[in-house]
Each structure stands twice: as structure tokens, then as C-alpha cells.
């Protein structure tokens, strides 16, 4: 993978994960508060020996399908999120 190549896919690995992770609670705190929960689906990925990612493509969308922009409005728009 050249120089830093597995460590930047051992990274893209961890951020993969990181992202399903917020996804799942919809980045709610500790308490459990405040979150949104979004569904993620993974379109394809390439993965190294090492388990690092090379390349992802996903979608996270709203759960069930609702909103359109921010703060759930559809319009793009507000401060509720």
C-alpha cells in the first residue's frame, strides 16, 4: 500500500466505524438524549489484509425516510438538531 498507505486504511477502517456508530445512536449523549437515529446503508467497500478500508461508499439517510434538509424541516434550514 507505499508508505502510510496501512495506516491510512486502518484509520478509514476506524472511521467507517465511527460513523455507523453515530448513525446508530444519532448522536445522542451518554444519557441517551438528544439523538436521532439515521439508517446507514453500505453500498460497497474494499477492505486491506489487515482489516483497514481502501475504499467505502455509503448512504445514511433519516429513519424512515423523513426530512429533507436540516433540523428535519425539509427546507434546509434550522437550529433543531
Same mark, same amino acid.
Given at each position: /500500500?507505499?508508505?502510510? =498507505?496501512? @495506516?491510512?486504511?486502518?484509520?478509514? *477502517?476506524?472511521? #467507517?466505524? =465511527?460513523?455507523?456508530? +453515530?448513525?446508530?445512536? *444519532?448522536? /445522542? ?11 446507514? @446503508? +453500505? #453500498?460497497?467497500?474494499? !477492505? ?6 481502501? @475504499?467505502?461508499? #455509503?448512504?445514511?439517510?433519516? !429513519?424512515?425516510?423523513?426530512? =429533507?434538509?436540516?433540523? =428535519?424541516?425539509?427546507?434546509?434550514? *434550522?437550529?433543531?438538531?
Amino acid at each position: /500500500a507505499g508508505t502510510g =498507505g496501512d @495506516e491510512a486504511c486502518l484509520f478509514a *477502517g476506524e472511521m #467507517l466505524a =465511527g460513523y455507523q456508530a +453515530i448513525a446508530k445512536s *444519532g448522536g /445522542a449523549d451518554e444519557s441517551g438524549s438528544g439523538g436521532k437515529s439515521w439508517d446507514v @446503508e +453500505i #453500498l460497497s467497500v474494499s !477492505r486491506t489484509d489487515l482489516g483497514g478500508v481502501k @475504499e467505502a461508499s #455509503l448512504v445514511v439517510s433519516a !429513519r424512515g425516510g423523513g426530512g =429533507g434538509g436540516y433540523g =428535519g424541516d425539509g427546507g434546509g434550514g *434550522g437550529d433543531d438538531f
